[in-house]
């Protein structure tokens, strides 16, 4: 049994004032459903603010990006310790950082390790862009994104993370992909290369989220689905009531 997920990613939305507007909407209706996981990722300098207004609620923090050394001469990052002070959970390789900030299969994986090695849970994101899907290369690129993102993971380690499929074409585009066709990479790529990597046990615990216009009308169609474990949730985790309509609909 994989306990439903559902996070959700601010970007680069949301100042300090806001962010504790936003959270005190959503907490007493986001605490009290504690059949699944819930986080919600700031930005790094909203973190603090919300960590406190979190205490004792059962709900997860996480943040939206961390580089994989320690400490030392690299201007503007922020190390895993840094992180494992405020939050549990850190998304990593989300598309916005491959396309716009030169994230690779290799940095990602630097990452994923940086972060267990602190006990951060990552979020590993993946997903082909709009020509790869035309092209007929989703399983091909899916797949390379898991055997190179997740390469060298004990399954000990693979068995912490949580995985989000998310189709470049239909983040923030209100496109989203059709259940049964991201049901289906799910299952039969992400899950598969999962299988071959780090066993059926450990592929079968891991929660597999989608990701990419997740709306309060789409998310039961979703949620449905067999391999699908819930949401990475962007524009429509920035309002209450719809952040909180999609981890009812997960509920
Ligand atoms: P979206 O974004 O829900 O706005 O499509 C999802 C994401 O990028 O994580």
């Not at 059926?200 to 169609?221: F, H």
Request: include cysteine; charge should be negative.
């Amino acid at each position: 049994m994989r306990k439903p997920f559902v996070a959700g990613n601010w970007k680069l939305n949301k100042n300090a004032a806001e962010a504790v507007a936003l959270v005190n909407g959503l907490l007493p209706g986001l605490s009290a459903l504690e059949s699944i996981d819930r986080v919600v990722c700031p930005p790094f300098t909203d973190l603090w603010a919300v960590k406190e207004l979190l205490a004792g609620s059962g709900i997860g923090l996480g943040a939206q990006n961390m580089y994989w050394e320690t400490s030392g001469a690299y201007t503007g990052e922020i190390a895993p310790g840094m992180l494992a002070e405020v939050c549990q959970y850190v998304i990593l390789g989300h598309s916005e950082r491959r396309q716009f900030f030169g994230e690779t299969d290799e940095t990602v994986n630097r990452k994923i390790k940086a972060a267990l090695a602190v006990g951060l849970t990552p979020i590993v994101c993946i997903g082909e862009s709009l020509e790869e899907n035309q092209a007929g290369q989703t399983s091909e690129v899916v797949n390379r994104q898991v055997v190179q993102g997740l390469a060298g993971l004990t399954p000990e380690e693979g068995a912490k993370l949580v995985i989000a499929y998310e189709p470049i074409w239909a983040i923030g585009t209100g496109l989203a992909a059709t259940p049964e066709d991201a049901n289906a990479i799910h299952r039969d790529v992400v899950r598969a290369a999962l299988g071959r990597m780090l066993g059926e046990e450990t592929a079968a615990s891991i929660r597999i989220l989608y990701g990419g216009s997740v709306k309060p009308d789409n998310a039961v169609s979703f949620f449905s689905q067999s391999d699908i474990d819930g949401a990475l949730v962007g524009g429509a985790s920035l309002k209450v009531d719809s952040f909180l309509a999609i981890a009812q609909a997960a509920a």
